[in-house]
């Protein structure tokens, strides 16, 4: 399970409902572009989209780096910090990666 905390002043845009603002989403993945882009994102089988962070699961995750972009709106303006992300397996929890924490801006 991947923990990717959000800055205060963002707001999660949950792309799967439909009172969220679809105009604004950025291009949509098809399967044809697996085999040309080799992105990952298929991997993520299980997506949380909660008020503090975003929680991905995979049941299997081939060794390697991955990102995983979603999208934000910006609701309050400000200096934030954000929270490293963190990932970790279920049932061996000393398995664990973290990433890189960093100053994030949100002007008016």
């Known amino acids: 399970m ?14 799967s409902l439909n009172t969220s ?3 604004i989403s950025p ?3 098809s399967g044809e572009d697996i085999a040309r882009t080799g992105w990952g994102w298929w991997y993520f089988n299980h997506v949380e989209m909660r008020d503090e962070k975003l929680a991905l699961s995979a049941t299997e ?19 934030f910090r954000t929270i490293p992300p963190t990932a970790q397996e279920f ?10 924490g960093s100053l994030f801006t949100v002007r008016p």
Request: proline share 10%; hydrophobic share 30%; net charge neutral.
């Open 61 to 79: 995750l081939p060794p390697g780096t991955y990102v995983y972009t979603y999208l934000v709106r910006a609701s309050t303006a400000g200096e």
């Open 27 to 29: 291009y949509q993945f």
């Open 21 to 23: 603002t679809q105009a």
């Open 91 to 100: 049932y061996f929890p000393e398995v664990y990666g973290r990433g890189d």
């Open 2 to 15: 991947a923990r990717a905390p959000r800055p205060a002043g963002l707001e999660g845009v949950d792309r």
